[in-house]
């Protein structure tokens, strides 16, 4: 890998952090300056009120945000988060890393991101369903089998996606289960998507040792956050050999040099409110201290801006495989670049989940649902594809792979702007 660095500034807004880096790569690969400035303005804002009667009987009004951010390659794709820090800079920094993913692991899609402002551990399941029905409701004219398909994201599963179709559905009078993805089975979910961002996870990790010269077998891995992502990467990296030394979420965090039994903290987390405050498979060590700890990968899963440019220094890990969306600060990019940090960004690293996203989709349109290991197997085709392409853009224009990642996802969405045109 070469040294070349992002040298973005600061930046409090994470959409501005995305621009910076966008910039980065625009001027790397010589792109059209019309086409950046198309890519700086999200094409759709929408921002709801929603009004929703708490179990006490009085009513809150929620803030929920749907924003489009592309649609040059196909409908817009993106799931829905479910949190206190949800806010319209957040959504369309997530909407344009949705279009740059879509584009990367080569999906027709677009991108966009939903969410909406709440602390869903702290509300009823009959609160969330009025929260999320009011959602869907209010988005009817914004979602779309062909025009905008959302998905789950931190906070909400396949409970959540199920409501909102059956909502989309009661209001539209049509049964349009490609609507969303992430679905429950039953309701046209698709086998594999529940696990397919840790697939994804793990697909890029294998092709990151392969390239970086190191044995599975003989490597260890740290992962923040067991929540979806998390704790099926987690899962399927130790199936691969890899000795998870760390893992932690937002009760617990834990660290055991002679591998944590992955199997036996799902049990745990199962039956403990899916959280592994309790579990006694390691050391407690403090939250961050895993970001840092000693280890060969260290898989973020949990949260954005966790690697600070003070963390940067102290990471440990050779590779960073970025489960979660965002985790690193722009200003750690030229810090981890300088260390020989192999970094799998966000825009590939975690493109599994809406790679299977698409399959669900494909399977509803074409109401014919295929077995796990197709699904596993396409998926792990594609990851692969999209790995070598950013890896080959990484080593062409001699740039750290979020650079590459950015530059093979925009010749894909320049070359879709020259061939539509415009006004
Ligand atoms: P989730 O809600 O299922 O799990 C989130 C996990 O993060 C939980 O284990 C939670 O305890 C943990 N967490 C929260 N705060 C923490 C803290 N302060 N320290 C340590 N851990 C903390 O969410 P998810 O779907 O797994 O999403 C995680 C990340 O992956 C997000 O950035 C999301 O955007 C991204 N992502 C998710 C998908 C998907 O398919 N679910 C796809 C692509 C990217």
Redesign the pocket.
């Known amino acids: 890998m070469s040294t070349q660095t992002a040298n973005a500034p600061a930046h409090e807004s994470m959409f501005e952090a995305v621009l910076a880096r966008l910039d980065v790569a625009a001027k790397l690969m010589n792109m059209s300056e019309d086409v950046a400035t198309i890519l700086r303005s999200p094409i759709k804002q929408v921002k709801v009120a929603l009004p929703v009667m708490m179990d006490n009987g009085k009513i809150e009004v929620f803030e929920g945000y749907r924003i489009v951010h592309s649609t040059v390659l196909g409908p817009s794709k993106g799931?829905i988060?479910y949190a206190m820090d949800v806010n319209q800079d957040e959504v369309m920094a997530?909407a344009a890393w949705m279009s740059f993913k879509c584009a990367v692991a080569n999906l027709p899609y677009g991108g966009a991101k939903g969410g909406i402002k709440c602390d869903p551990r702290t509300m009823s399941v009959g609160e969330l369903e009025r929260l999320t029905r009011a959602y869907a409701t209010a988005m009817k004219d914004v979602f779309g089998v062909n025009r905008d398909i959302p998905?789950?994201?931190?906070?909400t599963?396949g409970r959540e996606m199920a409501w909102i179709l059956d909502e989309f559905n009661k209001v539209t009078g049509e049964d349009s289960p490609g609507v969303i993805t992430?679905k429950p089975i039953v309701v046209g979910g698709s086998l594999g998507r529940d696990a397919?961002?840790g697939r994804g996870v793990m697909v890029n990790t294998l092709a990151a040792l392969k390239k970086m010269g190191l044995n599975p077998k003989e490597v260890t891995a740290a992962v923040?956050?067991?929540?979806?992502?998390?704790?099926h990467a987690a899962r399927l990296l130790s199936e691969q050999g890899i000795k998870i030394v760390a893992i932690?979420?937002?009760?617990a965090?834990f660290y055991n040099e002679n591998g944590i039994d992955i199997n036996a903290a799902l049990e745990f987390a199962a039956k403990n409110n899916r959280?592994l405050k309790g579990f006694n498979g390691g050391t407690l060590i403090n939250?961050n201290d895993i970001l840092t700890c000693n280890c060969d990968v260290l898989v973020p899963?949990?949260?954005?801006n966790v690697i600070t440019d003070e963390i940067a220094q102290n990471i440990q890990a050779k590779l960073i495989v970025e489960?979660?969306?965002?985790?690193t600060m722009p200003e750690a990019d030229p810090i981890l670049n300088e260390k020989n940090i192999v970094v799998v960004p966000?825009i590939l690293a975690?493109a599994g989940?809406?790679t299977v996203s698409y399959f669900e989709w494909v399977q509803n349109k074409a109401g014919y649902y295929w077995s796990e290991n197709e699904v596993n197997t396409k998926h792990d085709e594609k990851m692969e594809i999209a790995f070598a392409h950013v890896w080959d853009n990484a080593s062409i224009f001699k740039t750290s792979m979020r650079i590459a990642a950015y530059i093979t996802a925009l010749q894909k969405i320049e070359q879709g702007v020259k061939l539509k045109g415009n006004y």
């Open positions: 799931g988060r997530l998905a789950p994201d931190m906070g599963s992430g397919a961002t923040q956050g067991f929540g979806n992502v998390g704790s932690g979420d937002h009760t965090t959280v939250a899963a949990a949260l954005q489960g979660a969306n965002g985790p966000d975690n989940g809406v």
